[in-house]
């Protein structure tokens, strides 16, 4: 009996993980940054140079915020409460800035590419 | 005494073509596709400011005028650069997000400037124009995904 549920355990386990391989278990790392009361948390991101990565952006802020930057031609939107998912291409090391275009006061953030 | 300011504004403005303004045009990697209607109308009202096609006028070359259009073309490519096309699209939010802001912006009659359309003509579009703008850009935002 024991058996049987370590069986169908495993079986659903496997079921999930390979539905979430479509979306998101891909080669490629995920970072995640959060904003709230006018910050960025964290406010500096360490990442692999020559290797995609995804950023999620997460709002807890009261009004929409514009995730933006220059360097790394980004500009999304977050409404309050959502998270977005911000592919990024394979980048040579540096330090690429980020900022909340609707809220010029929040300090940047930088994203530093090693 | 009243005589010496016409000569010291004429030093002033001859001393000011001395500062340097880097008029330059980096290379284009991938240009926005869109059909040769619309090209031609962005490219004439548009690529200027938002491109590294910009096309110097003669008076972007003196003081202090020079300074003014090369803030413009300078904040223009970094807010919105049609030659850096494939980099907003390899993120579909961002290349949704900039569409919708053209489209917004090109109805309300935002852009191009209004200093820039008083100065060249062929960036003047009409509503017609504009719609047409407007109508492909919002269809390709939706296009683009989330």
Same mark, same amino acid.
């Given at each position: 009996m024991r058996f049987v549920h370590l069986v169908t355990f495993s079986a659903v386990l496997l079921a999930v993980c390979a539905l979430t391989a479509q979306t998101e278990c891909s080669d490629s790392p995920i970072f995640t940054i959060r904003a709230e009361a006018g910050h960025f948390t964290p406010s500096q991101l360490e990442v692999a140079a020559n290797q995609p990565f995804t950023v999620r952006v997460t709002s807890a802020e009261k009004t929409p915020i514009e995730f933006e930057s220059f360097e790394l031609r980004r500009e999304r939107v977050v409404r309050p409460g959502e998270t977005i998912s911000v592919n990024m291409p394979p980048l040579g090391p540096g330090t690429y800035k980020f900022f909340d275009d609707f809220h010029r006061d929040t300090p940047e953030g930088a994203i530093v590419v090693k | 005494m009243a005589a010496r300011w016409p000569a010291a504004a004429a030093i002033l403005i001859v001393a000011l073509q001395l500062m340097p303004v880097h008029r330059s045009n980096p290379p284009a990697t991938a240009d926005l596709s869109a059909p040769p209607e619309i090209s031609s109308m962005l490219r004439d009202?548009?690529?200027?400011? *938002? #491109?590294? *096609?910009?096309? %110097?006028? %003669?008076? #972007?070359?003196?003081?202090p005028v020079s300074w003014i259009v090369y803030r413009d073309v300078a904040e223009g490519r970094r807010r919105l650069n049609f030659s850096d096309w494939d980099a907003y699209a390899s993120d579909p939010g961002t290349a949704r997000r900039k569409l919708t802001q053209i489209a917004d912006l090109v109805i309300a009659g935002k852009m191009a400037p209004w200093y820039y359309r008083a100065l060249h003509p062929?960036?003047?579009?009409?509503p017609a124009q504009r719609r047409i703008i407007a109508r492909w850009a919002a269809t390709q935002a939706q296009g683009a995904g989330r």
């Open positions: - | 009202a548009c690529y200027d400011c *938002h #491109s590294n *096609h910009t096309r %110097w006028p %003669w008076y #972007s070359a003196i003081a062929r960036a003047r579009l009409d």
